[in-house]
């Protein structure tokens, strides 16, 4: 059974974007909403009148390119023997590797050529003042990047982050699986992935459903689409997303910002503080850990205090800074314990205030 088709809107202004699509929290296209951009229309014209383009416009600062061998072809990806990853880091301008992939177009057995989340506003300010999104004209603060590559696969993924992949030029498939698909994705080693990101381990090309069969299930959950020059993607966060690059030459640029308040650390980290002090615990200590996080962390049952005033929670209060630095110390402290004497120390020493 095919994956269903993510749904197409055209026109797309502010209010249709942030009162429609954006509370759909599921993948959407906007046709042709980039279309008039000056970098697409210098795409549109020539490979080379891009290159120039971009040229005229770079600050040349060097930037991270991943090269891998034709016999790759394209697939970014795990060697076979888990040990690593299937291609090498280089560091060049962002229009050499440009310059690169336009000499390889025409070209049998290419190398793999990608660059990606290359920061718009360190790199090439004037095409960020060139190159704008109106339907992200609001108080929210959205980073630019432009994401650069030939024929390449970016294996699926999350982000997270609520995003919009722009296309300059080139045509990609998208193919996304809901947040809750990821026990059926098959995840790599969660601290080594091709992007740097979580990476599922079944390559959507062609699945090995015998080695991984639950892959059936998120594929019945799938939907993908295929975007032309013009388009746009919205991507919320946390939706897993296998994104083929079809064409010899692609360039995008995508805009990612958060939603909502945010915490005063990264989440990642707290999954990896929790895998070093609870995942080795019995059974029956997991459990009660799993419960405690539920009432204090997830609140599931609402407030977990209301009998308590508020100036009166402790570190279940409202946040502020000194709570903050609280909290951080408390952490510290906790990750210190296992370290050699003199080390925890020194790090206990910083961490008690003078008298």
Not at 4 to 26: G, S
Not at 81 to 105: K, Q, S
Not at 303 to 317: A, F, H, Q, S
Request: proline share 10%; hydrophobic share 40%.
């Amino acid at each position: 059974m095919a994956p269903a088709k993510t749904p197409e809107w055209r026109n797309v202004d502010l209010k249709m974007l942030h009162e429609e699509i954006i509370p759909r929290d599921r993948p959407a296209v906007m046709k042709g909403l980039v279309q008039h951009w000056p970098m697409a229309r210098a795409a549109a014209q020539s490979p080379q009148a891009l290159l120039e383009y971009v040229r005229e416009r770079d600050l040349s600062r060097p930037v991270r390119l991943m090269v891998g061998p034709p016999e790759i072809k394209g697939l970014y990806f795990f060697r076979d023997d888990m040990t690593g990853l299937n291609f090498e880091y280089a560091h060049r301008p962002f229009h050499m590797a440009l310059a690169n992939i336009v000499g390889f177009m025409n070209q049998p057995n290419q190398p793999a050529l990608y660059t990606g989340a290359t920061p718009v506003e360190e790199n090439f300010p004037q095409i960020g003042t060139e190159n704008t999104l109106d339907a992200l004209k609001t108080d929210r603060r959205a980073g630019a990047f432009l994401w650069l590559g030939n024929a390449v696969t970016a294996a699926t993924h999350y982000d997270n982050l609520d995003g919009i992949n722009c296309i300059v030029t080139g045509r990609k498939r998208f193919t996304f699986f809901p947040p809750d698909q990821f026990p059926n994705l098959y995840i790599g080693p969660l601290d080594l992935g091709p992007g740097g990101q979580p990476t599922s381990l079944v390559k959507v090309s062609e699945p090995d459903l015998e080695r991984f069969p639950r892959f059936a299930q998120a594929l019945a959950a799938a939907e993908t689409v295929d975007v032309e020059p013009g388009d746009a993607v919205f991507i919320p966060a946390f939706w897993w997303h296998n994104v083929e690059s079809l064409e010899p030459l692609n360039l995008s640029m995508n805009y990612w910002w958060f939603e909502g308040p945010r915490g005063g650390a990264e989440p990642f980290g707290a999954l990896a503080h929790g895998l070093l002090a609870i995942s080795a615990l019995p059974a029956g200590d997991r459990e009660l850990w799993r419960k405690i996080f539920d009432h204090y962390v997830f609140r599931t049952n609402g407030d977990p205090v209301p009998y308590l005033p508020p100036d009166r929670r402790g570190m279940l209060g409202p946040m502020f800074p000194g709570l903050e630095g609280y909290l951080r110390a408390q952490l510290i402290r906790s990750l210190a314990k296992q370290l050699p004497k003199h080390m925890r120390d020194q790090i206990l020493q910083i961490l008690t205030p003078r008298q």
